[in-house]
């Protein structure tokens, strides 16, 4: 059965630095043509009915980099608060942020929290950034918060379950991904949402970030209407397209 519009798409966007160097551009223009396609993937995601957009801005990992680029990338996110922020949330968009906040500046933490706050109320689009993040870090911090709930006697070891354990990550209040698109063609997860995604789709598409246009996106949708979802069954499961962020069927988590 042809499954509806996923609740729930994350985005790894990979590839602004490639196509920069294709185009004979520096890589931070790419990264600035790829901040459009922010904007452009958001409004595609809302006018398609996706009730959770989750995207992958800036991995622990990413700190390596060369400083003036890491300096670049900062700086380009504070400017993007500054300037659309607002439109984000007349549009009715939830802003929402996973990740190390902590790593980051001070100035850029609390534009953070505003932009957070300013959108708590919303009912649409959950826009999820996810900076400095790291799944494997993520899953540590749930295990030591778990941990930390068994030496008080909260919980009994043997009480723990998936459901609990998911209520622990930084996505505890969303339902997990539907559906990964990846851009540039690399064939790796890169230690994004691991728990999250283990029965997502996987849609991989070579069309680096810059290139990754609204039709680019309807495809990758298009496609995850014709997979069959069995979640270890040998039946497809029916996935329902319910706008209250609950999911149909999952193997057995809600």
Known sequence: MPNAIPQHVAVIMDGNGRWAKKQGLLRIQGHEVGVQRVEE????????????LTLYAFSKENWRRPKEEVEFLMGLLSVYLDKKIKELIKNNCVFNVIGEMGDLGATLQKKLTEAMEASR???????????????????????QKIADEVSRGEIKSSEITEEIFSRSLYTADMPDPELLIRTSGEMRISNFLLWQISYAELYITPKFWPEFTRDEFEKALEDYKGRERRFGDTCPVKVSNSSNGTRAANGGRT
């Open 41 to 52: 993937i958001i409004k595609a995601a809302q006018e398609k009915g996706v009730r959770y």
């Open 121 to 143: 109320n919303n009912t649409g689009l959950v826009v999820t950034l996810a900076l400095s993040y790291s799944s494997r870090r993520e899953i540590l911090r749930a295990c």
